[in-house]
C-alpha cells in the first residue's frame, strides 16, 4: 500500500523545485477621461512635502505607489515605486502621473533613487514617460533597471514636444515575480520653459 503521506511530501519537494516563470506583463494605467482641464506648464506637488498623492499628482498604476520618507534626505519626502519593503515586484505599473502642458523650452528634471536586482529590462524596469489620454506611451524619458543607492538628477529636454498635453509619469514595471525586486523613488520634480507670448 503506498503511503499518501510519501506522496504528498514528495509532490511538494517537486513543486519547490520548479523555477517560477517569469512573463511578460502588458503596459496598463488608470487614468481620468479628461486630460487637457487639468495640465499646467508646470509640475506641482514636485517635492511630495504634503506626504501624499496629491496636489496634481494621482496613482495611475494598476498597483499602488506611495509616498515615504526619502532615502538618505533626513526630513524629506519621496514618491516610491514598488513593492512596500522592496519584497517581490509590482505584477504591472506602480507609479504617479500628473497633466501637464510642455512649455517652449520645457526642460524637466527629477531627483532619482533607484534599486533593482534585475539583470535587464525585460521583465521589470524603472520609467518616466509622456502619456497620451488613453495611457499609450508617446515618449520614454528612460526604462533602466539601475541598481544606485544614492540620488542622482536626472534632465530631460521637452523642447521638441512644446504646446503638446501629456500624463507625465514615474515608476516602476513588473511582472509579479516574488524572487527579484525594481524599486525608484522620486522627488524634486520641476518642469520650466518659457510661457508662450499671447499672439502664439
Known amino acids: 500500500m503506498v503511503d499518501r503521506g510519501v506522496i504528498a511530501s514528495l509532490a511538494l519537494v517537486l513543486l ?27 509640475v506641482r506637488n514636485g517635492d511630495f512635502a504634503s506626504r501624499k498623492i496629491d496636489g496634481g499628482w494621482i496613482d495611475c498604476g494598476t498597483a499602488p505607489a506611495s509616498v515615504s520618507v526619502a532615502p538618505a534626505r533626513p526630513g524629506a519626502f519621496a514618491q516610491y515605486s514598488g513593492m512596500r519593503g522592496g519584497r517581490g515586484e509590482p ?7 500628473q497633466a501637464i502642458r510642455v512649455p517652449r523650452d520645457g526642460l524637466l528634471q527629477a531627483d532619482l533613487y533607484e534599486l533593482s536586482n534585475e539583470r535587464d529590462t525585460r521583465f521589470a524596469y524603472q520609467e518616466a514617460d509622456l502619456l497620451d489620454r488613453r495611457g499609450n506611451v508617446v515618449v520614454n524619458l528612460y526604462k533602466t533597471v539601475n541598481n544606485v543607492p544614492r540620488w542622482a538628477r536626472g534632465t530631460w529636454n521637452l523642447g521638441a514636444y512644446a504646446g503638446n498635453t501629456y500624463w507625465l509619469y514615474f515608476g516602476v514595471h513588473g511582472d509579479g515575480y516574488e524572487n527579484a525586486t525594481t524599486e525608484q523613488f522620486v522627488r524634486r520634480v520641476v518642469l520650466t520653459g518659457r510661457a508662450s507670448s499671447p499672439r502664439e
Open 91 to 97: 505584477e504591472g505599473d506602480s507609479g504617479v502621473c
Open 16 to 42: 519547490a523545485e520548479v523555477p517560477l516563470q517569469r512573463h511578460a506583463v502588458a503596459q496598463q494605467f488608470r487614468l481620468p477621461a479628461t486630460l487637457d482641464a487639468a495640465a499646467r506648464p508646470t
